[in-house]
């Protein structure tokens, strides 16, 4: 099934022309629940990786026992899911729940030192041929994104992300055997296998990247709709929440600085970094529901269907940043 984003219900650039030059594409990915295979798009793999290749391992020194159990996460999961399926107004029974009571976090894997090497989660596979603004080296068609899911890297304590782009024809034999940590520093670092639905969309930029004399304008035209809205005349609607940047796991376009305020995103060879995924805890926000696809309408309220990857990281959103003049710089991540 494909996704829909609906029209924007005002069309921003017709009211504010100048707005086309602060516009970009994105590919909303829509994630939903699923079981892909290595030959297809997916957050969480199966990847495609070649059987002799070494899969990609954290050498960063810190904590590697003390977590959530893998096999944990998705018992939880699935328990949790199974039984809301079953029953949408009371969940899981009185058995399930101390199933799930039972569950422990904490040290689980002692004999893990903090030098070891553990294998990367995979995050998420991209082929360029499903997502039409993804480009990366000459010939390479198949971009892999695996992260360490421990809160414990560099100076703000994040996980560790690393990007494989590589050519999907030269691999022979697929690995099947995917080399997984026994423990993860948090649930919601875990993806749950997901099939994408990739979606073009347009977007504008952040608030306050825009020139001061649109900003005020665009505020003016927000006040003027909050009196008609007051009124009963309009619904609420908002620049920011949407008409500008769209929610979820998607690649390209801008990033919100909602937390923050904006922040310049520089490479190594001074170039302006540009926003090539975002990972995101919510596929729509709840304070503006423009964004749900038309054929989400109907489930919307189901347990866990804006959530579908289970990730959440930061306070809601990863953004990997990567650079415009050469794809094989260093990525930078930002967090919001
Ligand atoms: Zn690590
Ligand atoms: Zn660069």
New binding site residues.
């Given amino acids: 099934m494909t996704r829909t984003t609906p029209e924007r219900p005002v069309d921003i650039e017709a009211m504010f022309p100048e707005l086309a030059e602060y516009r970009r594409t994105s590919t909303r990915l829509h994630p939903r629940p699923g079981t892909p295979k290595p030959q297809e798009s997916s957050v969480a793999g199966p990847f495609l990786w070649p059987a002799d290749e070494p899969w990609p391992m954290?050498h960063?020194v810190?904590e590697k026992g003390r977590g959530d159990r893998l096999a944990d996460v998705r018992l939880e999961r699935r328990i949790l899911d199974e039984a809301w399926r079953r029953d949408p107004h009371r969940g899981p029974s009185d058995e399930e729940r101390e199933t799930l009571a039972g569950l422990e976090t904490g040290l689980h894997a002692p004999e893990l030192r903090d030098t070891d090497p553990?294998p990367m989660l995979a995050g998420a596979q991209l082929f360029t041929r499903d997502v039409p603004g993804l480009t990366g080296p000459e010939g390479c068609d198949l971009l892999q994104v695996f992260w360490?899911p421990?809160e414990?890297?560099g100076p703000d304590q994040t996980m560790?992300v690393v990007l494989k782009w590589r050519r999907a024809r030269e691999v022979a034999d697929v690995l099947t055997e995917i080399p997984e940590p026994i423990v993860v520093g948090r649930a919601e670092c875990v993806p749950n296998p997901c099939v994408l639905h990739p979606e073009e969309v347009v977007e504008h930029e952040w608030i306050e990247l825009l020139s001061e004399d649109i900003q005020e304008r665009i505020g003016a035209w927000e006040e003027d709709l909050m009196d008609a809205v007051a009124e009963g005349e309009e619904y609420e609607l908002s620049y920011t929440g949407d008409l500008s940047i769209a929610p979820g796991w998607k690649v390209g376009g801008f990033a919100r600085w909602g937390l923050t305020g904006p922040a310049r995103i520089d490479c190594s060879c001074g170039a302006s970094m540009r926003p090539l995924l975002t990972v995101s805890d919510e596929e729509w926000d709840w304070g503006s529901l423009t964004w749900v696809p038309l054929e989400d309408r109907e489930v919307m309220d189901a347990m866990g269907a804006s959530d579908p990857t289970g990730v959440y990281v930061g306070r809601g959103q990863m953004r990997i940043f990567t650079c415009p003049v050469d794809p094989t710089h260093p990525h930078r991540l930002n967090f919001q």
């Fill in positions: 954290c960063a810190h553990i360490c421990f414990a890297h560790d």
